[in-house]
């Protein structure tokens, strides 16, 4: 079993910055990919960032390139999503999720492991 815990949300302006971290714990883990993920009220969950855990090669959503930053800490099984110049539009619930396979899918359906999701909400 395999569990997930996000930490770090919070309530800020427009322009301020957050980071959240994900810590995996449980059974023996290795994934092959971890991804954030966003859903905001009446909305699917959409991609925001994801890595791959072995090279650290990473993606991002158009909306959120050139401010947020996904990285990795292979030793202590975490993922962090540093979040700069936020806007009310990235108000959400943020969910850390992890695979076992290569890649990053922009479909949760690919994904085995979910957090409890932690909630971002960005002011005016």
């Known amino acids: 079993q395999v569990q997930l815990l996000e930490s770090g949300g919070g309530l800020v302006q427009a322009g301020d910055s957050l980071r959240l971290s994900c810590v995996a714990s449980g059974r023996i883990f290795s994934p092959s990919t971890m991804s954030w993920f966003r859903q905001a009220p009446g909305t699917e969950r959409e991609l925001v960032a994801g890595?791959?855990?072995?090279?650290?090669?990473?993606t991002y959503a158009d909306s959120v390139k050139g401010r947020f930053t996904i990285a990795r800490d292979n030793s202590g099984n975490t993922v962090y999503l540093e979040m700069n110049s936020l806007k009310p539009e990235d108000t959400a619930i943020y969910y850390c999720?992890?695979?076992?396979?290569?890649?990053?899918?922009?479909?949760?359906?690919?994904?085995?492991?979910w957090g409890q999701g932690t909630q971002v909400t960005v002011s005016s």
């Open positions: 999720a992890a695979r076992d396979s290569p890649g990053v899918l922009s479909r949760p359906s690919a994904y085995a492991y």
């Open positions: 890595i791959w855990w072995s090279g650290g090669r990473t």
